[in-house]
C-alpha cells in the first residue's frame, strides 16, 4: 500500500512539474511573441509599443517564477497574465484598442492567442492543485516552507502523536 500511495505521490508531483512546464511555456511564448513584434514595428505605435514591451517583460518575469517557485499566487498570475492579454487582443481585434486595429490572421496573433490561453487554463489548474502535488523530491517536500513535512510533526490528523492519544 505504501508503495501505491509513494507512486501515486509521484506520479502527481511530476503531472504538477509537466503542467507548470506548460504553463511556463506558453507565458514565455506570449512575451517572445510580443518582443518580436514590438521590435518589428509596434515599437513606433503610441501606447501599444511600451504595451507591448511591458507585456514582454512581465511574461518574462512570470515564466521564470513559474519555473523557479511554485507558489500558487505565480501561478494565478500568470492565469491573470493571459487573460489579461487574450482579453486586449479581443478588444484590439474586434473594435480597436488605443487606434490600433489588430487582425485574427497571422501566425503570431494564432499562436500568442493559443498561449495565453494555455497559461490561462495552466495558471488556475496550477493553483487549483494540493499543495501536496506540487511538492518535489529536490525541496525535501517542503515547497517553499523551512518547517518540516507533516508526517515528521508527529502529527497525524488523528490525534495521535508518537503512538501516544493526546489530551487523554
Do not use: K
Not at 512575451?31 to 509596434?42: R, S
Not at 494565478?76 to 482579453?87: K, M, N, P, R, V
Not at 489588430?102 to 489548474?125: F, K, N, T, Y
Request: proline residues 4%; without cysteine.
Amino acid at each position: 500500500m505504501a508503495d501505491r500511495t509513494g507512486r501515486q505521490a509521484t506520479t502527481r508531483t511530476v503531472a504538477a512539474a509537466a503542467l507548470r512546464a506548460v504553463t511556463a511555456a506558453a507565458v514565455l511564448l506570449s512575451a517572445d511573441i510580443h518582443l518580436q513584434m514590438w521590435a518589428t514595428g509596434f515599437r513606433n505605435v503610441p501606447v501599444i509599443g511600451p504595451l507591448f514591451l511591458l507585456n514582454a517583460a512581465g511574461g518574462l518575469v512570470l515564466g521564470i517564477a513559474l519555473l523557479v517557485g511554485r507558489y500558487r499566487l505565480v501561478a494565478l498570475a500568470a492565469a491573470g497574465f493571459g487573460a489579461a492579454t487574450l482579453a486586449a487582443f479581443t478588444v484590439s481585434a474586434t473594435v480597436g484598442l488605443f487606434g490600433v486595429q489588430e487582425s485574427l490572421a497571422g501566425v503570431p496573433q494564432r499562436l500568442s492567442v493559443a498561449a495565453e490561453a494555455v497559461a490561462v487554463v495552466g495558471g488556475l489548474a496550477l493553483a487549483a492543485l494540493p499543495a501536496r502535488a506540487t511538492r518535489t523530491e529536490a525541496d525535501g517536500g517542503r515547497s517553499g516552507s523551512t518547517s518540516p513535512p507533516a508526517r515528521h510533526r508527529g502529527w497525524t490528523g488523528h490525534g495521535w502523536r508518537n503512538g501516544a492519544r493526546l489530551g487523554r
